[in-house]
Structure formats: structure tokens, C-alpha cells
Antibody, heavy 119, light 112 residues
Framework: EVELVASGGAVVRPGGSLRLSCAPS????????MHWVRQPPGKRLEWVSL????????YYADSVKGRFIISRDNNRNSLFLQMKNLTHEDSAFYYC????????????WGQGTQVTVSS | DIVMTQSPDSLPVSLGERATINCRSS????????????LAWYQHKAGQSPKLLIY???TRESGVPDRFSGSGSGTDFTLTISSLQAEDAAIYYC?????????FGQGTRLEI
């Protein structure tokens, strides 16, 4: 069965840092570009970042550019999102998702992990 | 950024009826070189992760029931669910993947 398991979500103070991880089962990560997408409470889904299958190219939403870094370790079959200088606006449910074609749409989503930024 | 706007925000429907959800993009998301519309539709049920229904505006994802269909081109798109089932109660989102940052509509809550 195909699964994506996101972890690392926590309650963190404003200005703090957090690292999210995402591990697949049932498929090999290194064949796919990967996304992070988040959903703040009561708001729409918000695309956060995308990394190419080989990790050489990455893209970010303006709201996180310069604060978040997406990375991957294909040898460990893992995806990461390093977040720093967190603000209340970063509080959200964070999903990792597999890309369908390389620079396209997420075709399979993990179950998500909750990040809460609160003093 | 491309702004995606859905209508309506919520849609009360009855079992067996047809539901139509609209999505409009602030810019053309049809790529002339391949004549494809860079639009996807997702179903999001409470407590679950979003599920892909449609991509390229009208191509149904494998395993998705054929009562789900997508149409439209350019800036105006529609998701149609014919003969609604109880399990179709969810929030539906459109998403453009034509231009980074990818953007989603605000969602349409289907109430059955």
C-alpha cells in the first residue's frame, strides 16, 4: 500500500525553528518530485514548496522564501522541510505530497502533521 | 500570483442529484504549446488528506468513479458530480499548476 508519513510537527514559539520529515512507503521517493502544501485553520490549501526528483531544483511560495528550505535524501528515502523564523501565520497542517509528472500537480498526499506557532 | 476563485462556497444537494462546482483563474492556464489546461481538482474529507480527482482539467485519476468529470478551458472550469452519493460529502478544491506559485481555490463545501 502506498503511504506518505509526515512527522515533526509541534508547538513552537514565534521566531523558532522546526524540521518536518516525510517518508514514503510503497514507492521510492527518488523517482518523484515532491511538494509541501499547508492548510492554516479555516483557510484554503496553500502550496509551500516543490523539489525536483534529484534535489537540484526547488521552488517556494513568497510567504516562506528565505525562511523555509526543502530538501531530500534519496538514499534515506526521505523529504524534509526546514522552517525558521516561524510566525503565527505559519501555523497550519502541513502535507507532503508526491508530484505526478515532475513539475505538475500533487497526485498523492500524506496524512499531514500539525505545526502550531504560539507564545 | 494566479488567483483561483471557486463558486459557490457551499452547495447543498440531495442524494442522486447532480452537483456543479465552478473555478475561475485570474490568468489563462491553457498552455498553447500542448493545448493543455494546467488545472487539477481535489476532494478533501474531514480528517483525511486531499485526494486527486482530475488533472489536465478533464482527465480522471485512476480509480476515481466516472460520476466525477471536469471540463472547461482557459480561465473557466467546472467539476461535475453526477448522481451524488453520501460519500461525496467533502470540500472540493481546484488548483492551477501552470505557474509557480501553484495556487488553490478557496474550496467548495458539498453538503449532502
Amino acid at each position: 500500500e502506498v503511504e506518505l508519513v509526515a512527522s515533526g510537527g509541534a508547538v513552537v514559539r514565534p521566531g523558532g525553528s522546526l524540521r518536518l520529515s516525510c517518508a514514503p512507503s510503497g514507492f521510492t521517493l527518488n523517482n518523484f518530485a515532491m511538494h509541501w502544501v499547508r492548510q492554516p485553520p479555516g483557510k484554503r490549501l496553500e502550496w509551500v514548496s516543490l523539489i525536483s526528483w534529484d534535489g537540484k531544483t526547488s521552488y517556494y511560495a513568497d510567504s516562506v522564501k528565505g525562511r523555509f528550505i526543502i530538501s531530500r535524501d534519496n538514499n534515506r528515502n526521505s523529504l524534509f522541510l526546514q522552517m525558521k523564523n516561524l510566525t503565527h501565520e505559519d501555523s497550519a497542517f502541513y502535507y507532503c505530497a508526491r508530484d505526478a509528472v515532475g513539475l505538475g500537480w500533487p497526485d498523492f498526499w500524506g496524512q499531514g502533521t500539525q505545526v502550531t506557532v504560539s507564545s | 500570483d494566479i488567483v483561483m476563485t471557486q463558486s459557490p462556497d457551499s452547495l447543498p444537494v440531495s442524494l442522486g442529484e447532480r452537483a456543479t462546482i465552478n473555478c475561475r483563474s485570474s490568468q489563462n492556464i491553457l498552455y498553447d504549446a500542448n493545448n493543455r489546461n494546467y488545472l487539477a481538482w481535489y476532494q478533501h474529507k474531514a480528517g483525511q488528506s486531499p485526494k486527486l480527482l482530475i488533472y489536465w482539467a478533464s482527465t480522471r485519476e485512476s480509480g476515481v468513479p466516472d460520476r466525477f468529470s471536469g471540463s472547461g478551458s482557459g480561465t473557466d472550469f467546472t467539476l461535475t458530480i453526477s448522481s451524488l452519493q453520501a460519500e461525496d460529502a467533502a470540500i472540493y478544491y481546484c488548483q492551477q499548476y501552470h505557474t509557480i506559485p501553484y495556487t488553490f481555490g478557496q474550496g467548495t463545501r458539498l453538503e449532502i
